[in-house]
């Protein structure tokens, strides 16, 4: 009976097992780890171009590989509480470790890393977006009046509102996008929805949920959230409809609002003209009339 090799075995072992990179993704980053002696790369961009080379060698031998960023202070915090020293490979690795497990990551399947990096980021961006809001919502407590959990009735009603919106308007694409003022920086969450002409709406789960939490973070804290949903269907002018959160409600802007929000520039306040091919929409009414009737948290 033939025996398979050692040195053979674990050859074909190794192309069973993941693994994950730990991506400095700036320049700002990168000087960070350049403090530590055992980090031995000196340029951005060259660490980048060998981060791209180990990841198309990887590939080429049937590797998986996934892709994390690797900030350098939550790095320096994980060995002050786990007691590492931060100066040696083997921590950098445990610390990959972590995130692999439980934060931000994406599959190298091929792609060059120029492409890959703005998806890392949007990622990263996302998930501390979701869960920020998360924590806020977890936050609000109960009801002072009813007793009812104001972070979960938010929740609801948020989810009823988009149902609501992608509703009302034809078949075709759906595109929305939410945002929330918060404490340090506007919270974004956007929902691409596919609706057939049975009305069948597509969309990932996930991201739903995600948009759900943000917009009910604006209903629970009554800060001034915005809405916009684009339509777009084949042989038809893209439609923009938006609506604005006030008092905890979500009110909808009429077609001229929705026009003067979209051509002005958010930084500048300066004229921006508008888009070809596209209807800027009176937005229809959303809420129930016992919300409107001021009957919210």
Do not use: K
Not at 42 to 53: G, I, R, S
Not at 171 to 192: I, K, N, Q
Not at 256 to 265: M, N, R, S
């Amino acid at each position: 009976m033939a025996h398979t090799r050692p040195d053979t075995m674990r050859r074909a072992l190794r192309r069973e097992v993941a693994g994950t990179i730990g991506l400095l993704a700036d320049e700002e980053d990168f000087a960070a780890m350049r403090r530590y002696r055992t980090f031995t790369f000196d340029d951005h961009d060259t660490y980048l171009q060998q981060v791209e080379a180990l990841l198309r060698t990887l590939a080429s031998q049937g590797r998986h590989t996934s892709v994390a960023l690797f900030d350098p202070e939550e790095y320096e915090m994980y060995c002050e509480d786990t007691g590492l020293d931060p100066d040696t490979p083997a921590s950098r690795t445990r610390f990959t470790a972590e995130l692999a497990a439980g934060g931000p990551t994406i599959p190298y399947e091929g792609q060059p890393l120029a492409d890959l990096l703005p998806d890392l980021v949007d990622e990263a961006v996302r998930q501390a977006t979701w869960e920020y809001a998360t924590t806020v919502l977890a936050r609000t407590g109960a009801c002072a009046t009813c007793g009812e959990d104001i972070g979960r009735a938010a929740f609801a009603r948020a989810s009823e509102l988009i149902t609501r919106a992608i509703d009302t308007s034809a078949p075709g694409t759906r595109h929305l996008v939410c945002s929330v003022p918060s404490d340090s920086e506007t919270l974004l969450a956007a929902l691409h929805v596919e609706v057939d002409a049975d009305g069948s709406a597509l969309l990932d789960e996930t991201e739903a949920l995600e948009f759900a939490t943000v917009l009910a973070v604006g209903i629970a804290t009554h800060r001034a959230a915005g809405m916009v949903l684009r339509t777009s269907a084949e042989g038809a002018r893209d439609r923009v409809q938006g609506w604005r959160m006030h008092g905890g409600l979500l009110q909808p802007l009429t077609a001229a609002e929705v026009f003067d929000a979209y051509c002005t520039d958010a930084i500048t306040g300066d004229l921006v003209a508008p888009e070809s091919g596209v209807d800027y929409c009176a937005a229809p009414h959303l809420e129930d009339d016992d919300q409107e009737n001021g009957h919210t948290h």
